[in-house]
């Protein structure tokens, strides 16, 4: 499967690339970044520090540092002032390359001899201006899998997921493109919490992915727990690459979804319509059931296979 993985990292992002260097079955072109949790600056020099640590050689291309319209958010409350905080990686040489993440993403995708998935765990704000620059890029895609929005409560506006309310727009775009999206927000994701005893089951697998897992989760989950009052920080975005290994992790309803993009006090919630109230057409996959039990067994399998 040959995929593009469009990040911020982020402590989740984070484990996110270690899912997708785990295994053999991803043909990765490159990960582009973006601003999000953190500056695209800092987001950019975590994803080279997580690749590098690991001993993955994808490439990493610089994305954009604001979105579409509005002003930039970040995230410092969860992940620190670096965007990873807990964790302190060796020393490297490797840099972004010169071609920005727009370029890469039309470029990669037009040249690519099969279609290409795209996974987005921050602000979809690259592959929507790529989308925008290159709408021929849509044939050779085969589909958008990302990690934002909420069928329900939002977690930075009572409406809003934070991927979706930095670029709202960019949402728009991507689910208007016609191409098939699977949302994968909190309805799910906020049932994958890294409880104490989950960082400790981790960290008896040993290696250096098990290492990094535990520094960076405890630092995540100390975070949630003065942000939000959670014992155990759910693990958002590594749920798009362990679904795309496993497809039994996840349950999806095939509805109609519009990103709330008029400003007002919704601005950036995704109105799923599960109900087909709306009878419009069905331009989605939306996650609405997870296998918790699954999803930790593949984190703990990913671990394992870096020694």
């Known amino acids: 499967m040959k995929i593009i993985l469009d ?5 989740d992002d984070a484990i996110a690339l270690m899912l997708l260097g785990s295994s053999d079955a991803f043909d990765v072109p490159g990960v582009t970044t973006v601003a999000g949790n953190q500056t695209v600056e800092k987001t950019t020099a975590n994803a080279l520090n997580v690749l590098s640590y690991l001993g993955l050689p994808y490439k990493v291309y610089k994305g954009a540092d604001r979105p579409l319209i509005r002003s930039s958010l970040i995230c410092p409350e969860i992940h620190g002032e670096t965007g990873l905080d807990g964790f302190v990686f060796p020393p490297h040489g490797r840099r972004e390359e010169e071609t920005d993440a727009r370029a890469f993403i039309v470029d990669a995708i037009r040249r690519s ?5 795209v996974v987005t765990t921050g602000p979809m704000t690259n592959l929507a201006s790529a989308l925008l620059f290159a709408p021929d890029i849509k044939d050779n895609i085969e589909r958008i899998v990302l990690m ?12 809003a997921e934070f991927n ?7 949402a728009d775009i991507c689910f208007k493109s016609g191409l ?3 949302m994968i927000g909190l309805d799910v994701t906020r049932r994958v919490l890294v409880l104490p005893e989950i960082v400790e089951r981790m960290e008896k697998i040993g290696g250096k992915a098990a290492v990094m897992f535990a520094a960076l989760m405890r630092t995540f989950n100390e975070n949630q727990k003065k942000v939000f ?3 155990g920080g759910p693990l958002h975005d590594p749920v798009t690459v362990a679904y795309l290994l496993d497809e039994r992790l996840l349950r999806f309803e095939h509805v109609h979804t519009e990103i709330d993009i008029q400003g007002g006090i919704s601005y950036g919630r995704t109105n799923c319509d599960l109900p087909g109230y709306l009878k419009k057409e069905k331009n989605s996959f939306v996650a609405t059931d997870i296998n918790e039990r699954l999803f930790f067994d593949i984190i703990g399998r990913a671990i394992a296979s870096y020694r």
Do not use: I
Request: hydrophobic content about 30%; aromatic content about 6%; overall charge negative.
């Open 7 to 11: 990040c911020d990292p982020g402590h």
């Open 148 to 159: 934002g929005g909420s069928v329900g409560a939002g977690n930075v506006t009572p409406a």
């Open 180 to 182: 098939p999206v699977y």
């Open 229 to 231: 009052g959670l014992d």
């Open 164 to 170: 979706v309310f930095c670029d709202p727009e960019a």
């Open 113 to 117: 001899g099969e279609k290409v998935t």
